[in-house]
């Protein structure tokens, strides 16, 4: 059973959200909360797996929240986003996200990501990414200053390191494993290995590495 806590100030929203989740047998709402700082009490007192998480809201925002419940270990976090909004979804990853989600998504990506996020297989569609990429390029590096020999990256094997690249742009488990003809078993190990290589918390922050480094453009 996968536990939700739903956070944003719109009632409507979160009704809305319950009743989506509701429907799918191994989740369970186990609370809502008004604004950052409630999610952040709540996200302590339930620890839920994952924390639906609205970035604007009054008081504290949703990213000064999901740093905390990020530092506290209380939960992993998804962050509802939109796309005249790229500073808010850059901040969320900083900030400790393992995902990403426009708010107006159809209601099946909403299970999905839940549940990638609880797995610690979060998926960063290549559009966001580059999307998020495109609008802050001045705090990556330029393509001269790009380090793929960046110590971590040495310590993956040649093939880790084409399934680092091709997690890099965008690729989901399935995916990785026809590209690679392999079991998705199989995958889900490789990119086990590579996160604890890479010293990395999620896939979220693999993908960001990988366009950091110069590995994917």
Known sequence: MITILLADDQALIRKGFRLVLAGEDDFSVVGEAIDGADAVRQA???????????V?????????????????GSAKVLILTTFDLDEFAYAGLRAGASGFLLKDAPPGDLVSA??????????????VTRRLLDAYADRLPAPGQASADDPRVA????????IFVAMGEGLSNPELADRFVLSEGTVKTHVGRILAKLEVRDRVQAVVLAHRVGLVR
């Open 56 to 72: 604007r809201m009054p008081g504290t925002d949703g990213i000064e929240a999901t740093r905390r419940i990020v530092e506290a």
């Open 114 to 127: 839940i549940r990638s996020v609880a797995s610690g297989d979060a998926v960063v569609a290549p559009s």
């Open 44 to 54: 302590a007192r339930l620890g839920p797996d994952v924390v639906v998480m609205d």
């Open 155 to 162: 310590r993956l094997t040649p093939r880790e390191r084409e």
